[in-house]
């Protein structure tokens, strides 16, 4: 089974900083996709970022970015100029190409003014 | 509407009741899922559906019924559950199950089993 790992529950950055939320998962398949989605509080959970796990390229969002090691098995996100509406919980999550998603524990980001 | 609609958002019930979640997904999309996120554990999937039909049960206790009358309706009947299963339910749906589709979430519905 899949296993999706966020070591850290808690991160804090300060507004306009670079943060880096990680995470590692453990699979057998070599096809499969990856996400960050965010959940600010009391919101809907929304996409951040994605990757297909076929790229090697590292995928980039505006100020969101990917540092994806496939053989390490490790998609970390890096969030630079954060801003006060980054504040949120952020779930890595491992999807197979049949659409079975597992989530990670979560990382909750304070973003300070 | 937009998205996906969840109701009720909140919900109250006692361990004999039987009651149901609704969502709703005014997108378009061929695929509905059923997570349920607790406050101690990851977010957990429970059930997909795609093209109203069930691909995946997640090993989910059987007081929990899901129903997919049509690609934008997706039910979870309840009934004799029990205090631990108190959580926030989360509806989402994407494009189809396969490539990497993203999945839009609704608010989900904070059900209290007491």
């Known amino acids: 089974a899949q296993t999706v790992t966020q070591s850290q529950p808690e991160m804090s950055v300060q507004e306009a900083e670079t943060v880096t939320l990680s995470c590692t998962y453990d699979t057998s398949e070599s096809d499969y996709y990856l996400f960050w989605y965010k959940q600010p509080p009391s919101r809907q959970m929304i996409l951040v970022i994605r990757?297909?796990?076929?790229?090697?390229q590292n995928a980039t969002e505006n100020r969101f970015s990917v540092n994806f090691q496939k053989a390490a098995k490790s998609f970390s996100l890096k969030i630079s100029d954060s801003q006060l509406g980054d504040a949120a919980m952020y779930f890595c999550a491992y999807q197979t190409n049949a659409g079975k998603s597992t989530f990670g524990d979560g990382t909750t980001l304070t973003v300070k003014p | 509407e937009t998205g996906v609609t969840q109701t009720p958002r909140h919900l109250v019930m006692g361990m004999t009741n039987k009651k149901s979640l609704k969502c709703e997904q005014h997108?378009?999309?061929?695929?509905m899922y059923w997570y349920k996120q607790s406050a101690k554990k990851p977010l957990e999937l429970m059930f997909v559906y795609s093209l109203e039909e069930r691909v995946e049960n997640n090993s989910v206790p059987s007081r929990f019924s899901p129903e997919c009358p049509n690609s934008s309706h997706l039910f979870l009947h309840l009934h004799t559950l029990q205090p631990e299963d108190s959580a926030l339910y989360l509806c989402?749906?994407?494009?189809?199950?396969?490539?990497?589709?993203?999945?839009?979430f609704g608010p989900g519905t904070r059900l209290t089993v007491t």
């Open positions: 997108l378009g999309h061929n695929a």
């Open positions: 989402a749906s994407s494009q189809g199950v396969t490539d990497p589709y993203e999945q839009y």
């Open positions: 990757q297909e796990a076929y790229k090697q």
